[in-house]
């Protein structure tokens, strides 16, 4: 998919936020930074800034979604920007109404931004390439293939943690990688900021056909794949993308693939776990690690809403600087 | 171009707070320097004044009021106000006051953390320009500059005052 010429503007700066996959490894620092900037807003006694005063942002989601929904939203209204939020399964989609259609509608109100989460991949590009010159597009998740935010966040929480030298970072990327968006702008991210070492570790089932061809090691047994890692992402088991016995079972799973506290003992001792949740508890990894002193997953919850801030506001930038142009 | 040393002007602008304060009686004062420059001069005076609250700092990218014809800044540092702002006195310090804009987003910003007691405004620079009432209570040095030309003090290590011509 070429989306590079698509999200970024003649003079290389972010139009609209669709994948990381071609984004350079100054852009990807530029969020994070600017991300930093914005994440000291939350402890002022006012926590909003005035930036996107007067502008519509549109919560677009055709697929469930709490974290991340919210999340942007807080981010939008912490920019002083006003809300809108459609669940589209329950409005026109079920009444035939195309993408098209709906899309021509919002922008007959005036919008200046989407979110778009939904099934398939690509919706975010369909709606890049389709909207006004004035209208960013953001993708909340596409399909199977990409979940910028969730990943930029995610290398957030890395970068607090441990520092911004990526290099000597060992990271796993452990659970259904196959059908996981997450797993995949995470692997893009982690090797443009050039990670020491990216592994992904899966059962043989749960391995996109592409996986080498990505950039990472993969690995078919956890402890061989979390020994001596710095930073541990697990995967949510994507039960609902599902088809077909590629599991024989959740119990089985938890015994071969779950993470516990024993099992982090072969990892570095001071190893970070991170999860994007929902956590499904007793499968993918136990309480104990999910609550245990390593686990970051609420601050990645945190982290969410100012890399959001930073995202919206630099797509937005853009947008800005052609319309000033415009008018001179 | 023109290169003018700053010590001397940092020396009076210590005297002179620290006279206004006293005339004031303004107690434990706390000081903010606008990035970047007003953070370096603000870094002297702090030093100068003995202050015993921390130094604060702020980049008013998200507050500045030309965001949707020039965009957001691509190197926004975090803002920084270390103590509690309300009912506190507060120093805002600046490099250059030019049309003020910059002054009235740092305030609006000085808001956002709390209802400070007063605040006070130190520039090294004065020069015209100003689109909006709002003038120094302390400053380094007042400029007439000539149609073209502009005022840029560098740093921070020596800080140095330069006036450019025309191009």
């Given at each position: 998919m070429s989306s590079t010429n698509l999200q970024v503007d003649d003079q290389g700066r972010l139009r609209h936020f669709l994948?990381?996959?071609?984004?350079s490894h100054s852009i990807l620092t530029e969020i994070l930074d600017t991300a930093e900037s914005f994440a000291g807003v939350t402890s002022r006694q006012v926590k909003k800034v005035p930036l996107l005063r007067g502008k519509t942002i549109v919560n677009l989601f055709f697929e469930a979604s709490t974290r991340t929904r919210t999340t942007f939203e807080l981010a939008a209204k912490r920019l002083s920007a006003d809300v809108l939020n459609i669940n589209i399964d329950a409005s026109s989609a079920v009444k035939g109404e195309t993408l098209l259609d709906t899309l021509r509608n919002l922008e007959a109100m005036h919008v200046d931004m989407f979110v778009v989460r939904h099934a398939d991949s690509g919706a975010a590009h369909f709606f890049a390439r389709h909207v006004a010159p004035h209208i960013s597009v953001l993708n909340a998740g596409d399909g199977r293939h990409a979940h910028p935010t969730q990943a930029m966040l995610d290398m957030f929480t890395i970068r607090r943690v441990k520092g911004p030298d990526f290099g000597r970072l060992r990271v796993a990327i452990v659970g259904?990688?196959?059908?996981s968006r997450v797993a995949r702008s995470q692997i893009h991210a982690l090797n443009t900021l050039n990670t020491g070492e990216v592994r992904i570790v899966a059962p043989k089932t749960l391995v996109p056909v592409d996986a080498e061809s990505l950039g990472v090691r993969v690995y078919h047994d956890l402890e061989a794949g979390i020994r001596d890692v710095d930073v541990i992402i697990m995967l949510r088991l994507q039960r609902e993308r599902m088809q077909g016995a590629m599991l024989p079972s959740e119990h089985e799973y938890f015994r071969l693939f779950g993470l516990t506290e024993q099992r982090l003992a072969v990892a570095d001792p001071d190893v970070t776990v991170m999860h994007p949740g929902p956590i499904n508890r007793g499968v993918e990894m136990d309480s104990q690690v999910a609550d245990g002193p390593r686990s970051v997953i609420l601050e990645q919850v945190t982290h969410g809403i100012a890399v959001r801030m930073a995202v919206m506001s630099m797509t937005m930038r853009a947008h800005g600087e052609a319309e000033a142009k415009d008018r001179h | 171009m023109t290169q003018t040393p700053v010590e001397p002007l940092l020396a009076q602008m210590a005297g002179d707070l620290s006279a206004l304060l006293q005339r004031r009686g303004v107690e434990d004062p706390a000081m903010v320097g606008i990035h970047t420059g007003g953070v370096w001069v603000a870094r002297e005076l702090h030093r100068a004044l003995g202050l015993e609250q921390p130094l604060g700092s702020l980049d008013i990218t998200f507050y500045r009021d030309d965001f949707t014809r020039i965009g957001l800044h691509p190197q926004v540092k975090p803002s920084d106000i270390p103590f509690q702002v309300d009912d506190r006195h507060i120093i805002l310090v600046d490099d250059v006051l030019h049309t003020g804009r910059t002054i009235r987003a740092a305030m609006n910003e000085i808001f956002d953390y709390g209802r400070p007691a007063s605040v006070i405004l130190a520039v090294l620079v004065e020069r015209g320009g100003r689109e909006l009432p709002i003038e120094a209570d302390v400053v380094g040095t007042r400029l007439k500059l000539k149609l073209g030309e502009h005022v840029k003090l560098t740093g921070p290590e020596p800080l140095v005052l330069e006036i450019h011509e025309a191009a």
């Open positions: 994948t990381i996959e071609g984004l259904d990688v196959m059908h | -």
